[in-house]
């Protein structure tokens, strides 16, 4: 009776701000990342291991609980599976295959079995981060009983060398503060977590109170932002007929604005859960060269950079950081083997696409950023190379006027790339594309084969052979 009635009242509160009750679930989940960091920071900093393994399991099982009731069990199930791989198969190559297998099949059922034509916040959802840490675990896992010199750097950081319990697993993947949205995390750093050594002041606790409240408040002003700017820019009018009688012009710069304001509600959900293991402990990463604290390892966003990049790779660059470092960590650079750069990411982002789920908008948008950052890339190298074009854009006087154009050119197609990503089904987002025409990839596609052409006219000769050396 208690759940249904705090299930009435989170509904009507839901209605009063205009939103579903399941994102606000989502909203508060997030936010009790905060009181629960506290307790752990103040009752159980370098107390016996397992209590803070324990105390993460049960907290990040509530809120799994509170998000999705009994579906919690898809995650413990596969939490469950995971420890067993790890304790049956060992450090073998073995057990990183199986591992790979179960956890993406299990997510892609889970993708297929409960698919609609919307975004709907349901247990599949921190179930995707959940995938990606399991898989990250048993890499590292393998990774830590091999030889040291045959490890790189970063996987002799990474790599797990003890042998985890079943409850210092579960810690690691339901702790509370990355539970829903992320952020990616290894297990040697929740495992320093837990002995108390993530800190700048060795045997006390972090001085992080203030980098925790700088990220929650940036957090808060997104949320803000979004939430008096999304009522009028929203994901129905795109597929409206109101929005297709509207001019050309009217409907690019709809989709420019549009795909700004929409990315906001991740950026809201990652700075506040950043803050979250900040404050805890889990955002230090060392001191810099200056000897400050940086509290940067769990961030997500680079919002200066979000906010100011005219380049499509520097949104890259500021936005989802750690998923896409996990990516880079355990598909791309393994991929090595096959020898072609391009080939190994475009495999990763393929991986990254199906990830997201099955609908086929994910594709589109992955395979349209690929075309895009080369073709930028290309161009990019173009202007430096061109005489001519490096002295037009090395013009003071124009500079403000190159930034909007590139700007104005980055967003639109950052927004057009988002489109199929957000409206998941074909019918719909192809509806949007055909009405500006496909401009998109009948831009970057014509780009693709033009600009070889315009390099070989607008570079000299002895600018290429230095290239090429």
Not at 139 to 153: A, F, H, N, R, V
Not at 157 to 176: I, K, Q, W
Not at 428 to 452: A, D, E, Q, R
């Amino acid at each position: 009776m208690a759940v249904e009635g705090s299930g009435l009242g989170l509904a009507q509160a839901a209605e009063a701000l205009g939103s579903s009750e399941q994102a606000l679930r989502l909203i508060v989940s997030i936010f009790l990342g905060y009181p629960f960091a506290f307790f752990q920071r103040y009752f159980l900093f370098q107390k016996e291991v397992y209590l803070i393994h324990l105390y993460n399991t049960l907290t990040g099982l509530s809120i799994a609980y509170f998000n999705f009731g009994m579906q919690f069990a898809h995650s413990l199930l596969c939490v469950l599976i995971q420890f067993l791989i790890l304790r049956l198969m060992g450090r073998t190559i073995t057990a990183v295959l199986t591992t790979f297998c179960f956890q993406v099949i299990y997510l892609m059922a889970g993708y297929y079995f409960t698919a609609t034509e919307h975004y709907d916040i349901k247990w599949t959802m921190p179930h995707c981060v959940l995938t990606l840490k399991l898989i990250g675990l048993a890499i590292d896992y393998y990774d830590g009983g091999k030889d040291l010199e045959s490890l790189t750097p970063e996987q002799k950081r990474f790599a797990v060398h003890g042998v985890p319990t079943l409850l210092e697993v579960s810690g690691f993947s339901y702790f509370y503060g990355a539970f829903m949205v992320g952020p990616q995390f290894s297990m040697t750093n929740y495992q320093k977590l837990a002995r108390g050594e993530m800190t700048d002041v060795p045997g006390q606790r972090p001085n992080s109170l203030v980098p925790a409240a700088k990220r929650l408040t940036l957090g808060l002003f997104f949320l803000v932002t979004y939430t008096l700017v999304s009522p009028y820019i929203s994901d129905e009018y795109l597929i409206s007929d109101a929005y297709l009688e509207q001019p050309f012009w009217f409907r690019c710069f709809y989709i420019l604005i549009w795909g700004k304001v929409i990315l906001y509600k991740y950026v809201t959900c990652w700075l506040v859960t950043e803050g979250v293991c900040i404050l805890v402990g889990l955002g230090y990463n060392g001191r810099d060269e200056n000897g400050k604290p940086q509290w940067d390892a769990c961030a997500n966003m680079k919002v200066w950079l979000f906010e100011t990049t005219p380049f499509f790779t520097g949104t890259i660059a500021s936005f989802n950081i750690n998923t896409n470092a996990w990516v880079a960590r355990y598909i791309f650079k393994r991929l090595k083997f096959l020898g072609n750069k391009l080939l190994s990411q475009a495999l990763a982002l393929f991986f990254l696409a199906v990830w997201h789920g099955l609908h086929s908008g994910y594709l589109v948008c992955f395979q349209m950023e690929f075309l895009i950052v080369i073709i930028e890339r290309q161009a990019i190298n173009l202007v430096r190379d061109s005489p001519i074009l490096s002295a037009w854009a090395s013009i003071t006087i124009l500079q403000p006027l190159y930034y909007v154009l590139q700007q104005t050119i980055h967003w639109m197609f950052m927004g057009y790339s988002l489109v199929p990503f957000c409206l998941f089904s074909w019918d719909k987002w192809i509806k949007v594309y055909s009405s500006i025409y496909f401009l998109g990839h009948v831009m970057f596609l014509t780009l693709l084969l033009v600009l070889p052409y315009v390099r070989r006219a607008l570079v000299p000769r002895k600018e290429k052979l230095k290239k090429a050396e």
